[in-house]
């Protein structure tokens, strides 16, 4: 099962191109706004956040523990989490991220920080 | 497709089609994808035959369209289970507790109704979330708290239906009790409104909670009589200043002393927040000490002490407590949090010091800052209060079982064990050596983890006048391991219930036999809730066997 799973991770992972949006800022500033509503709670960087500690604890120093400071995030893997959680996080119903805003939320998150 | 139990596929897609009529395409569920998304995250039986989950899931907008689509499955037997927000991870999360019934998410419900900062009051529908509501009020600059349990993502109304709890003053705390009129739409798809809000004029739904009459509000928390679709709360008004203050008791035999004062500064009002208590020598601690721990790991304790510790015999040996006492060390801390105007507050703290000084010998205090106005919110950002203390929600309760703190094997869910306790310290030692017993003796209970019993259990005091004994289970990713967590939660039901502990809620998978031990008079209460279930829900649509209530047609499935 964990092999699957794992292929199917990569497979995700894989993935380059996404379809550009009409209009990229808008969408990410929907996507910003859809991750601090569902994600900040957890994914933000500072104290105290069990998504952050966790991956921080996952990866040490090898990649960022906040999930705005990656740079190697992409749509799909995004929306694989959301739809199908991890761990103790929850998957998250249509009800609560539409397909539109986690389109938005993948756009968000898929980019390189600012150095 | 999977369709509900008893309904053939055509009726169910001829009931889909019909929900579709209703809420939108769009709305209605039935791909595996989509219902991956509605499993409970957090079941010991997920992957398992028994695992319970949905053959479809509608969501309605509004009052008027849950009826329409209550109406729809009255006429084709087509069960509904009702989730608000689905988040009551741990407690069934928004799977339905019967495999194939068809979740009606409320999630889209999510308006805020009324939030009224002069009479302190609220309305909202079922999708209204903590956070909702608390930036609600933060963007309006209202002058009012809501009182939030420790993960901010829940249902205000689901919450309260499941008799859940937060963390302010004693009145909010409860929040079924904190309550004030509901709207409710019957498995007739006929909407009632209880309290005020049956008098078409009246402008009191948030104010006066009976109304006129019998009050049956208490008919649809942990049942399955109707389907919830706007509650009022009372909210707190903000209060001036924070602050909380400890009591510290240096022997074993002083937690009489401690719960004793604990009884009587919370019943009489001396201190409305919530009472913690905690262990520093044997290194347990409270809320707040927990969400350290999850991020921090284990309290580190000097070598000699840690020894100790481990050697003590429910939480007791001579040589601890003298370690104890040489290092100044408090066996148990009572803590207290009051709210009000600083003037108040001080007078208040003295006087729970002149009480505590004449039930514990050799006590000491220690009181916190106060905290006035904005210097509330700065110190729970700071994290020298704990947030819910004042109301603020977060999700940081969720760093337990992360990888956070060392925590070698991250979990995949929990279980809260939770039975009712006197409140004594009779009680707590009484709880204490029974459940060490089962631990050590039953052996479905010895071959997993309990969380939180040693080396010593305190209890919680979320809900006035009784203690929680709450106890944890780790679910993880191994099918036989959550398989042994489902037997040893049975064992400690069945243990808890031989000595008059019944809990005060539970998962889904377990509520068949948590309801079965309030068995007075030949299971007496029972058979009222399944007389009443059969007269106000003949077709049984209504979420069957949630909270142990089914209807006629599938009671024999009931556990004896």
Known sequence: MKIVITAALLAVLCQTSVAAPADEQAQKAIGKRVFDQWCAGCHAAGPRMPGTASLAAKY???MPAALEERDNLNPALVRHFVRNGVLVMPPFRKTEITDAELDALGAYLTRTPPR | MN??????PATFATALKAFAQVVGTDWVFSSAEDLGSYRDAYSPLRGLPDERTASAAVAPASAEEVQAVV???NQHGIPLYPISTGKNLGYGGSAPARSGDVVLDLKRMNRIIEVNDSNHYCIVEPGVSYFDLYAYIQKKGLKVWIDCPDPGWGSLIGNALDHGVGHTASRYRNHFDAHCGMEVVLANGEAVRTGMGALPKAQTWGQFKMGFGPVLDGLFSQSNFGIVTKMGFWLMPEPEAVMTGWVMAPR???????????KYVENSGLASGAPEMSSPLLGTGTS???VKMFFDGPPKLAARHGELVAGAKLGFSPELQRYGLDQQIPYWQLHMTFYGPPKVIEAQWDAVQSLATKAIKDVRFQAGKIHAGPEMKQAADRFEIYPQNIGMPNLEFFGMGTRAGGNPHPMSGHMWFSPVI????????EVNRVFDEAVRTIPALQRVPVLGLRPFALPTVFIERSFMAILGFPVSDDPKMNQAL????RELIRVGAEHGWGEYRTPTIFQDQAASVYSYSNHSLLRLQEAIKDAVDPKGILSPGRYGIWPKQLRKRRAA
């Open chain 1, 60 to 62: 040490g120093d090898s």
């Open chain 2, 3 to 8: 369709t509900p139990q008893g309904v053939s």
């Open chain 2, 71 to 73: 109406r729809i499955a």
């Open chain 2, 252 to 262: 074993y035999e002083d937690l009489h002393g401690v719960v004793e004062t604990l």
């Open chain 2, 288 to 290: 707040m000490e927990m």
């Open chain 2, 422 to 429: 006197p409140q004594t310290a009779e009680a707590i030692f």
């Open chain 2, 486 to 489: 489902v037997q040893a939660f």
